[in-house]
């Protein structure tokens, strides 16, 4: 064995360790999600564990991109440690700034300026047994569905109102 044949072992391991892939299919019912990725032209390795960032998690389209590690230059167990897909992703965010976003076009984003923009395809559902707001409320459209409104301290449903006058008189305060 000549003292080029461990160099030339030792180069294709480091060559091996990552790689770029194409997502191909996604199992996400898995405990640790599973892809299977094309690495190389005819290259596809199944049951590739993709790891995520605690707390957040996405299920990639076929087609998105990704990186994939093997420990050890083996490419018998591959991980994937990042997954991006350049068809859907934001742009023009400014510096600092972060956005959750799908494929349809909605998203979540957390602008320098302060403000939070959400933009749902048909709705936001907020499950939740109370709503505490600070500050102004605008709503610009109509609010269905409200069970009562309380302001003040006086129920919106149901109320009466003193001083009530026929014509176009305005009412007297709502009666506690």
């Known amino acids: 064995m000549s003292l080029s044949d461990p160099v030339r072992a030792l180069r294709h ?10 997502v191909r299919l996604v199992n996400d ?12 032209k005819g290259e596809v390795r ?5 790891f995520q960032n605690y707390g957040f998690t996405s299920v990639p389209l076929a ?12 490419r018998e167990h591959p991980l994937v440690i990042a997954v991006d897909d350049r068809r859907y992703r934001l742009k ?31 709705e936001v559902v907020l499950d939740v047994p109370l709503v ?8 610009n459209g109509t609010v269905t569905g409200a069970v009562d409104v309380i302001a003040d301290g006086i129920s919106g449903k149901g109320h009466v109102h003193s001083g009530v006058q026929g014509g176009p008189s305005n009412t007297g305060a709502p009666v506690p």
């Open 132 to 139: 505490t707001m600070t500050g102004d409320l605008t709503v």
């Open 63 to 74: 087609g998105a991109e990704a990186v994939v590690v093997f420990p050890g230059g083996q």
């Open 46 to 50: 199944d049951r590739a564990e993709r």
């Open 13 to 22: 391991l480091i060559v091996n360790i990552v790689s770029r892939a194409v």
């Open 29 to 40: 019912d898995a405990k640790m999600q599973l892809l299977q990725v094309e690495i190389l």
């Open 92 to 122: 023009a965010l400014e510096a600092g700034e972060v956005a959750l976003y799908t494929d349809q076009g909605d998203y979540v984003h957390l602008k320098r300026n302060g403000n939070i923009a959400i933009k749902a395809s048909t």
